[in-house]
């Protein structure tokens, strides 16, 4: 089993950045997809961007194509989002999830661990 931790939320004006790490335990973190997802009030949770398990192949979500990173340490064992161009749209709780499917699959059952979420805001 995998426990995931976020951290790096906040507050940033449009066009800033954040970043946001996900920490997990358990002894079987690379063999892992891991993936961000996040959830605006009154809407259904999304994919954002997920990665396979040595990190070589990526896939995102065509509204943060170009703006977002996704990247891994498996020796650190901890999952990244790196957040560029951040819009009012990109407002969200957002979530780290782990699953043994493709990376490629972008379903939310698709992944079995979640995060508790962190929030994002971004202001105009």
């Known amino acids: 089993q995998v426990q995931l931790v976020e951290s790096g939320g906040g507050l940033v004006q449009a066009g800033g950045s954040l970043r946001l790490s996900c920490a997990a335990s358990g002894r079987t973190f690379s063999t892992y997809t891991m993936g961000w997802f996040r959830q605006a009030p009154g809407k259904e949770r999304e994919f954002v961007a997920a990665i396979n398990w040595n990190g070589r192949s990526t896939n995102y979500a065509d509204s943060v194509k170009g703006r977002f990173t996704i990247s891994r340490d498996n020796g650190k064992i901890t999952e990244y989002l790196q957040m560029n161009s951040l819009k009012p749209e990109d407002t969200a709780v957002y979530y780290c999830?782990?699953?043994?499917?493709?990376?490629?699959?972008?379903?939310?059952?698709?992944?079995?661990?979640w995060g508790q979420g962190t929030q994002v805001s971004v202001s105009s």
């Open positions: 999830a782990a699953g043994t499917r493709s990376y490629y699959r972008t379903a939310v059952d698709d992944f079995d661990y």
